[in-house]
């Protein structure tokens, strides 16, 4: 497009605009200022995240299980939320397997609460689904937990029979590094 | 910002809001619409450059806070936390202890800037005394700050500074104990040094907005000084200032990211790598570097008559910057820019070579020729605000002055019109 001609005096006359050229560089600017802004946004954004020391203080830890009597629950901490370690009794086990889990509030066959050869294992984080307390060690008719604060109950595998809560209490990650002792997290 | 706004809002929502909250119109009069002197040099992009400076230290203050523990003994090691653990944390960091530098570099050369092209006379007089303000607020949130990390230099900086205070008669010794929250510089001296730092920020704000509303009710000065007498001498703010602070922010910020991605501790003291040690004070205590021109001046007072050393000192330290706010009063010269006076330009630059002097002694350790040289440099300081200014103006002859700043411009045909595309680029061809 045409540049400027320039009078005697030094002054530039009335000139036509590449707006062609115009809109390149308007749309490249605000382009470059958008990739610029969320370069410059994202630190802030992720020093919200878990910093290293929160990491490395939420890593696994081993739980023996040898000290667990039948009917016991060990209670643990593993990034800062309670773990329920239960031995379940013989009697427990086998009413666990025949008992009619289609009707559940949320339903779970026995298999999919405990590691396989490990029927009488349950590992659940202890935390009730509904609110958010810790319910109670063998509390309630179903003689698995009772959440005291709005009366949720649960089996002794840690699933919901009676709500407000609507999910089966959570299973955390946990493998067996042997028959006495398992890594959580 | 006189007379009706020209903002006319484009949709019904934003008629409806206008009627109600006039902000638009305000930010179209202040920033976009606003006549603006058409000769400004770079000299003028630093109150942009500052405010960007002031929302950057807010912001990585606010998320650095999220991680910070204000108590004695985990400080410290709550500042390594940050550097170590936070996910980008050493950038935060970084960001924040240059940003605090290069915030006073900008003010001091923006305050360079009022000084060389008369800034602060009438009717700038309280658009100046405001910006003194400012710069005292951020010395004090700067200091605060620096104790944060409990590092030897955090600590033995507040000691030596909040002793200061005893130098006042008969209440001195009752303010440093208040200061301090207990018998000498410790955890609750802490605490609220990091509340008041928090706080700060937000007062300087506060003083930034009336700052730019007297400047708006003068308008800019130019490097001229000469008063904008009509439409042909400015051009509205946006897009010409604002393009024109963009590019000064982007170099700036170009040193800025030098420091924090090249040399982020060059400007600072190592030993403030090491924990606070209350029993045990560092060979040579130094302040950052731009507190190092008053530093020199408040070790270099002697007694004064009736007055001991330690008053004086104090009482020259802050009376320095008394000087500078009293400057509108003690210039008495009717040209405002430096352009136009060859007497008093030298005279300049000789007052900036003995501030860089007096920062220079401030950071060695006292020795006796040093001494003498700091109080060299002292007087001369206030003989330059005292005698030099005043007497400047009044046998000075200043260079013959353009008529106008488009005159200036323009070289001698102030008549002829600014022409094309540049006088109106918010319409097309």
């Not at chain 1, 802030?44 to 890593?59: S, V």
């Not at chain 1, 086998?94 to 949320?106: F, L, R, V």
């Not at chain 2, 006319?8 to 929502?13: D, E, H, M, S």
Request: proline share 7%; glycine share 8%; hydrophobic share 45%.
């Amino acid at each position: 497009m045409a540049t400027g001609a320039v009078t005697a005096q030094g002054v530039r006359t009335q000139e036509s605009v590449d707006q062609g050229k115009r809109d390149f560089l308007y749309i490249a600017t605000a382009a470059f200022g958008a990739v610029g802004a969320v370069a410059a946004i994202a630190p802030f954004i992720n020093q919200l995240a878990p910093d290293a020391e929160t990491i490395a203080a939420g890593a696994p830890i081993e739980v023996d299980l040898a000290p667990i009597a039948e009917g016991q629950i060990m209670h643990v901490v593993w990034r800062s939320k309670p773990i329920f370690v239960r031995h379940l009794t013989q009697k427990e086990v086998e009413e666990s397997k025949t008992a009619d889990w289609h009707e559940m509030i949320d339903p779970a066959p026995e298999q999919a609460r405990v590691k396989d050869g490990h029927d009488q294992w349950l590992v659940v984080i202890g935390i009730c689904t509904h609110l958010g307390c810790i319910p109670l060690d063998k509390e309630g008719p179903y003689g698995g937990w009772k959440c005291p604060c709005h009366g949720s109950l649960y089996d002794p595998l840690g699933r919901v029979r009676h709500g407000p809560a609507p999910a089966n209490l959570a299973v955390p990650p946990y493998a067996f590094l042997s028959d006495t002792k398992i890594r959580v997290g | 910002m006189s007379g009706q706004s020209t903002y006319v809002p484009k949709n019904a929502l934003a008629k409806w809001f206008e009627a109600r909250l006039p902000i638009g119109g305000l930010m179209h009069s202040s920033f976009i619409a606003y006549p603006t002197p058409r000769n400004l040099n770079y000299m003028w992009t630093f109150g942009g450059i500052l405010s960007f400076m002031l929302g950057a230290q807010i912001l990585t203050g606010i998320v650095l806070a999220m991680h910070y523990t204000p108590e004695s003994s985990l400080a410290f090691n709550s500042v390594e936390h940050i550097m170590r653990d936070v996910s980008g944390g050493w950038l935060l960091r970084y960001l924040h202890l240059n940003g605090a530098s290069l915030f006073f570099a900008a003010a001091y050369i923006h305050t360079a800037r009022g000084l060389y092209y008369g800034s602060y006379k009438s009717p700038r007089e309280v658009l100046w005394i405001l910006g003194i303000i400012i710069l005292l607020l951020m010395m004090a949130t700067a200091f605060m700050g620096y104790v944060l990390p409990w590092g030897q230099m955090s600590f033995w900086g507040a000691t030596v500074i909040t002793n200061l205070f005893s130098a006042i008669p008969i209440v001195g010794d009752t303010i440093v104990t208040y200061l301090w929250g207990g018998y000498a510089v410790g955890n609750p001296t802490l605490n609220r040094f990091y509340s008041l730092h928090y706080l700060l920020p937000f007062v300087i704000a506060g003083v930034v907005a009336l700052h730019v509303w007297a400047l708006h009710v003068a308008g800019q000065n130019n490097p001229t000084g000469i008063d904008v007498k009509s439409s042909k001498d400015t051009v509205p703010f946006t897009p010409y200032a604002t393009v024109k602070d963009a590019l000064g922010l982007v170099v700036f910020l170009l040193v800025y990211c030098w420091f924090v991605f090249y040399e982020p501790n060059i400007l600072g003291d190592a030993d403030n790598y090491i924990q606070a040690n209350p029993l045990k004070t560092p060979p040579h205590i130094v302040p950052e570097w731009y507190f190092l021109p008053f530093y020199a001046i408040l070790r270099s007072m002697p007694d004064i008559f009736f007055i001991p050393a330690k008053l004086a000192g104090v009482m020259a330290m802050f009376g320095a910057i008394l000087m500078l706010a009293l400057v509108p009063w003690l210039d008495t010269s009717r040209v405002r820019s430096a352009r136009f006076r060859p007497l008093y330009r030298p005279f300049f630059w000789v007052l900036i070579l003995v501030c860089i002097g007096l920062g220079y002694i401030g950071a060695k350790e006292v020795t006796p020729g040093r001494i003498v040289v700091g109080q060299i440099l002292t007087a001369y300081y206030y003989v330059h605000f005292l005698v030099i200014l005043p007497l400047l103006g009044l046998i000075e002859t200043p260079n013959d002055m353009p008529n106008s700043i488009s005159e200036s411009v323009l070289g001698g045909n102030a008549t002829a019109v600014p022409a094309g595309a540049h006088a109106a680029p918010e319409r097309k061809g």
